[in-house]
């Protein structure tokens, strides 16, 4: 009996799906079959410990309404957006249209638009919304896809990347499907003592408008504190010259607008990303429920679709509280990037530094900084975030002494984006080349490129879906800063899929539900008598996923945990 079976729905769009197992060769072993029913296929064959279908995100959410949960899958599209890139072909389309297009040499159609986010409704994710392909087209660019893994620099670890991707894909239905347990009286509650009365017709609230008056009184004159140039104006009236109204800035500034203004930008954000509009649009029966998208960045680093899931103030995590009886076990990994160098660079010292579960930090400033965790703090993320300037140049050069291999692979890596070369992370994500603007689409806080940053006042920069355009093609320092610190995170996002699949299939054998994920921080809402298993069981999905993505090394990669009922107690 074959353990990986394939599978497509009708080409009519009906209800029918062919299926079919497959063999090593990733061709048919067996008759194509026409069965009526998704679902119904899916749950007839629970021996199956791999479906190979075009897109998880489109079949999954299906079957988990119908109450079907799988081990594994493979999501084509997902692979080949991968191997796409790893080709140094990123940007081109995804689709499976377009790669049987490829594959045959016909003309290439282009992917179908996004779909907007929809608050408060999960329905559009069952919804097509790609080209469907019978079943004998799709296994053709499926088995094309397993030659291209083949001829990859590093196969194995190719594969397990693609692997780790389409687990990834499939915490993610399940993520949007479960939600995340949030009581809205508490946060109208959290809203009212921020922000005072509503007032009719959608208006600024009490508190908002209070601290507005205090702005205009300070400059003497009508202000709108949430337009930037109108602030940026009074303070030129008043003889004082601002470039932006990011808090950084105006903090600096003596006069007496800046304190009410602080204070009003901070609450404005809470009132329009996170204020009454958002939970009526995006919290029902009891959950918040975002939509998570795997990969949804070019490091590999997850985004969601609209709600702001990704910038939950923590003053608005006071709402985030479990079910009674159950508790949230929260997780973050402890300095993870600077452990991930560890591991990708081979530095010996580095490595046995980070083999360790005590503060990272403070081992490095005993070697290298005479004790000065903040001055090793700031090499270390210096190092990987591009800050060779000033006393990062310092910094580098003391770290550099102790750790050259370490720093020596960054540097390799700053100088390949700087060249428009290829730079990949340990399990093949690629960083797209510089060639035309758009090959290098990213987010402002991953290229480390400063002044991005929204200012509208929302807060919410899409869930960090701010795309920068081109800047892969802009300047060789911006390509550069970003190949630096690509290596890193895209590597610690590679490790956090893998941690994330083991921790899933913990916890089928359990009540508890995996209900949040960032990139270094999981949440996991069990019953208050599975939380020390729950504790346990992230901390062993983080060592089998420091062995499986980078093998046998000292580096370990510990989590801080807090078992609590209110997200907001955690930290």
């Known amino acids: ?61 299906r079957l988990l309404a119908a109450g079907v949960r799988v081990e594994r899958c493979y999501d084509i599209e997902d692979a080949e957006i991968l191997l796409l890139g790893h080709e140094g072909r990123y940007g081109e389309p995804r689709s499976a249209a377009a790669a049987l297009a490829r594959l045959r040499g016909g003309p290439v159609p282009p992917d179908p638009p996004q779909r907007p986010a929809e608050p408060g409704a999960q329905s559009p994710l069952f919804e097509p919304q790609g080209v469907h392909l019978p079943l004998t087209d799709l296994l053709a660019v499926y088995a094309e896809q397993q030659r291209r893994h083949e001829r990859a620099a590093h196969p194995d670890r190719m594969r397990l990347l693609t692997a780790a991707e389409s687990a990834g894909m499939l915490v993610a239905a399940e993520l949007n499907r479960a939600g995340l347990p949030w009581r809205a009286d508490v946060h109208r509650g959290v809203l009212h003592d921020l922000l005072g009365e509503r007032y009719a017709g959608g208006g600024e609230p009490r508190r908002l408008a ?41 903090e ?27 939970l009526q649009d995006w919290v029902r029966d009891g959950r918040f429920r975002p939509e998570f998208l795997a990969g949804g960045t070019v490091t590999g680093r997850w985004v969601t679709n609209g709600g702001g899931g990704l910038q939950i103030p923590k003053v608005i995590r006071r709402a985030v509280v479990a079910d009674p009886g159950w508790r ?58 591009g800050q060779t300037s000033g006393d990062g140049l310092r910094n580098l050069a003391l770290l550099r002494r102790r750790f050259p291999r370490a720093v020596g692979y960054v540097d390799e890596a700053a100088r390949a984006g700087e060249e428009g070369r290829l730079v990949r992370t340990w399990l093949g994500r690629t960083c797209p080349p510089a060639v035309g603007a758009g090959v290098g689409e990213g987010t402002a806080e991953e290229a480390g490129i400063p002044g991005l940053e929204d200012d509208s006042g929302s807060g919410d920069r899409q869930d960090e879906r701010q795309w920068v355009p081109g800047y892969a093609s802009t300047d060789a320092r911006a390509r550069g800063r ?26 089928a054998d359990m009540a508890a539900e995996l209900v949040f994920f960032q990139h270094d921080e999981v949440i996991v809402h069990c019953p208050a008598e599975e939380a020390d298993a729950v504790v346990a069981a992230i ?25 609590v009922e209110c997200y907001a107690d955690a930290k």
């Open 539 to 563: 901390r062993e999905a983080a060592d089998l996923a420091g062995r499986l993505t980078f093998g046998e090394t000292p580096v370990r990669f510990p989590f801080t945990t807090a078992v």
């Open 252 to 278: 600096s500034v003596d006069h007496p607008a800046v304190k009410p203004l602080v204070e009003y930008k901070k609450l404005y954000r809470i009132w329009v990303a996170h204020g009454w509009s958002w």
């Open 1 to 61: 009996m074959a353990d990986r079976w394939a599978l497509a729905e009708a080409e009519d769009g009906g209800v029918e799906v062919e299926v079919a197992p497959l063999g090593p060769d990733g061709l048919p072993a067996g008759p194509v079959r026409r069965e009526a029913g998704l679902a119904e296929a899916v749950r007839s064959r629970p021996e199956v410990a791999r479906w190979v279908w075009r897109s998880t995100a489109e079949v999954y959410p």
């Open 482 to 507: 970003f190949a630096r610190n690509f290596v890193v995170q895209g590597s610690a996002a590679d490790w956090a899929l893998l941690l994330l699949a083991a921790l899933r299939r913990t916890c």
């Open 328 to 385: 949230l076990v929260v997780a973050d990994a402890d300095q993870m990037e600077p452990r991930v160098l560890a591991a990708i660079s081979r530095d010996p010292g580095l490595m046995e530094v980070a083999g360790r579960e005590t503060d990272l930090y403070q081992s490095v400033s005993d070697r290298a900084f005479s004790g000065d965790r903040d001055q090793a703090k700031l090499a270390v993320l210096g190092a990987v975030y």
């Open 210 to 250: 209070e601290l507005a008056e205090e702005v205009s009184a300070a400059f003497g004159r009508r202000v709108r504190p949430d337009l930037p140039a109108d602030v940026i104006r009074a303070f030129a009236q008043a003889g004082i010259r601002v470039r932006s109204t990011r808090r950084w800035e105006i």
